[in-house]
């Protein structure tokens, strides 16, 4: 069975820093697919950033990195020079088995301050 | 661009009452998913469907089922809707595969 720990609920973050929300999973899954999202306040679900098991280089896309480190069973978020507008709930997840069952993490709600 | 399209942006339903959330894809895609969202649970699988007619339970199909008569169309049913399915409900759509998912707007339903 897969599962996806995120262990922050919440985090505060000033503006310009760099932020890290961790992500842990488990699966007994070889090839599997490890997905960040955001849902800001208006509700909708924004993909930001995927890696792949088999993938050897960190994911990036722009401010965003993966920091995957698959011994650990670790994904990584990493948000460089936060912007009043990253703050959001952000969710890892995870895609795997037979058919692609994709299952989140609880979150975590990141507030960026001026 | 994809567009997932659930019917509803808003429900209010009695309790006992059959509820049907609709979940339109455009993009051909194979499979589709339906969660739940509550505070602090993050998403929960109810359900997904790898192909047309085809289903697996997520990690709480009680009290749901679903149904996909048509690659584009996936249905989540509330046979006899509780208020502690008062919930957002999200549909999602993808390939196969590995790869991502791109998701509705999201139904916030409200039973009374």
């Known amino acids: 069975a897969q599962k996806i720990t995120q262990t922050q609920p919440g985090m505060f973050v000033q503006e310009k820093e760099a932020v890290t929300l961790d992500c842990t999973y488990d699966?007994?899954?070889?090839?599997?697919?490890l997905f960040w999202y955001k849902q800001p306040s208006s509700g909708e679900m924004i993909f930001l950033i995927y890696?792949?098991?088999?993938?050897?280089q960190n994911a990036t896309e722009g401010r965003y990195s993966l920091n995957f480190q698959k011994a650990r069973k670790s994904a990584n978020l990493v948000i460089s020079a936060s912007q009043l507008g990253d703050s959001a709930m952000y969710f890892c997840a995870m895609r795997g088995g037979s058919w692609g069952k994709l299952q989140f993490g609880a979150g975590t709600q990141v507030v960026v301050t001026p | 661009d994809v567009k997932v399209t659930q019917s509803s942006r808003y429900l209010v339903k009695r309790t006992g009452e059959k509820v049907f959330l609709e979940c339109v894809q455009d993009?051909?895609?194979?499979?589709m998913f339906w969660y739940r969202q509550d505070p602090g649970l993050g998403l929960r699988l109810i359900y997904f469907?790898?192909?047309?007619?085809?289903?697996e339970k997520g990690d709480i199909p009680e009290g749901y089922s679903v149904s996909r008569e048509k690659k584009e169309r996936f249905s989540l049913i509330l046979e006899s809707a509780s208020t502690n399915q008062t919930s957002m409900y999200l549909c999602?759509?993808?390939?196969?595969?590995?790869?991502?998912?791109?998701f509705g707007q999201g139904t916030r339903l409200t039973v009374v």
């Open positions: 699966t007994s899954d070889q090839s599997y697919g």
């Open positions: 999602a759509s993808s390939l196969t595969g590995i790869t991502e998912a791109f």
């Open positions: 890696q792949g098991s088999y993938d050897e």
């Open positions: 993009m051909d895609h194979e499979n």
């Open positions: 469907s790898y192909d047309v007619k085809m289903k």
